[in-house]
């Protein structure tokens, strides 16, 4: 297969920043700002890569609203985790080891959260990577394609299947009248445009560059929000009061670290403009907090945020079918590497 397989948004990483660049100043808010009513304390919720970018960001404003936090992260040292309990005084924040391209990894972190007895209110699936040629992992999967998609997918299945996301659905531990967890997906409005999901071809490597990363990246994307829909509709019924909360969310255009794998010529130049033309995760992180805290979320689920602004996502992302298909390829693939859900 070539680098053409997977058609996204962009032609380059360069007009991916440039168009990023002009969102930030064109996309108008159609939300509240958040306000010192948005609290949360008393909450337990888990970020995925808190310790960078727009994780940290996050993590930051999260504790400093009160929150029980668990930082999942693949990098421990520096201890995050110990450096925002000193920057925020809230002690409640905790540091756990997660490696999204590692399923024994996967598995272990659940363990973990299971053993020590952690019911989430929250959870941000928010780790994720940028990709400037492809690579194989020991599973023989497209990094990208498990980072950004196959490990979520099997993580917050399994956070279902133990309860520690509470349900009533598939674990049966949550009753009427308690909270509402809120999942929440860092995603990217580089979705829209990509082309429809092939579940013939999901999951096959084959190499690509640095064109084919960029459309890989918003394929993966519009592959991830089709499966937040379908997880949607699995764990709500039509009618019925809302179990789970499905809330995914990109932040726009964030000066962070995702262009690491960059080759350093297009490094230096796409850092440039990140640095002029992005916001700082800081400023990214408000949208998080109102969608974790917010009183106007309570009970919805499926709705998608870009920045402050509530919209609908790519019309593919709601088809039923290709949400179906997008399940039962999942469940193949995780089966072919001896795991299920
Ligand atoms: N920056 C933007 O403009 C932008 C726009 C839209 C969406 N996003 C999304 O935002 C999310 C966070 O990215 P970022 O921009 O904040 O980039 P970042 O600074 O590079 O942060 C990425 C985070 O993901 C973690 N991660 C990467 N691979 C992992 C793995 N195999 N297992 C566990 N954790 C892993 C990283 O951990 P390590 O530090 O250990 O590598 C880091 O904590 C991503 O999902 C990205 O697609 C970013």
């Known amino acids: 297969m070539t680098d053409t397989v997977n058609q996204g948004r962009f032609k380059n990483p360069v007009e ?6 002009k969102e930030l100043i064109r996309v108008k808010p159609n939300t509240r700002p958040i306000n010192d009513a ?6 337990t919720c888990l970020i995925t890569g808190a310790n960078s970018g727009v994780g940290w960001g996050v993590a930051k404003l999260w504790a400093e609203r009160g929150a029980s936090l668990i930082m999942a992260c693949r990098t421990l040292v520096p201890d995050r985790a110990a450096e925002l309990r000193e920057l925020s005084g809230n002690l409640n924040i905790k540091l756990y080891e997660l490696d999204l391209g590692d399923f024994n990894k996967i598995d272990a972190f659940v363990t973990s959260l299971k053993v020590d007895g952690v019911k989430l209110d929250i959870s941000l699936f928010n780790a994720g990577l940028g990709a400037a040629k492809a690579k194989k992992t020991a599973l023989g999967f497209e990094e990208l394609f498990q980072v950004n998609y196959l490990a979520k997918f099997y993580l917050v299945n399994r956070l279902l299947a133990e309860g520690v996301i509470p349900n009533k659905t598939i674990a049966g531990n949550r009753k009427d009248g308690d909270p509402v967890h809120r999942m929440m997906f860092t995603s990217s409005d580089s979705h829209r445009g990509a082309q429809p999901i092939n579940t013939e071809t999901l999951g096959v490597f084959y190499e690509y560059g640095a064109k084919g990363g960029i459309a890989n990246y918003s394929y993966y994307k519009l592959v991830l929000n089709t499966f937040a829909m379908e997880l949607s509709k699995r764990l709500n019924k039509e009618g019925d009061p809302v179990d789970v909360s499905v809330l995914p969310i990109c932040p726009g255009p964030v000066n962070t670290n995702i262009i690491r794998n960059a080759p350093p010529l297009l490094r230096a130049v796409l850092g440039a403009i990140f640095k002029i033309g992005f916001q700082p995760p800081d400023k990214a992180a408000p949208p998080f907090l109102y969608l974790a805290a917010a009183e106007e979320v309570e009970g919805k689920t499926g709705l998608y945020m870009h920045m402050k602004t509530e919209k609908n996502m790519d019309d593919k992302c709601y088809d039923a079918e290709a ?17 299920k859900i």
């Open 16 to 21: 991916a920043v440039l168009v990023g660049t």
């Open 38 to 43: 948005d609290q949360l304390t008393g909450k």
């Open 323 to 339: 949400g179906a298909a997008l399940w039962a390829r999942s469940v193949e693939l995780l089966a072919g590497i001896g795991r």
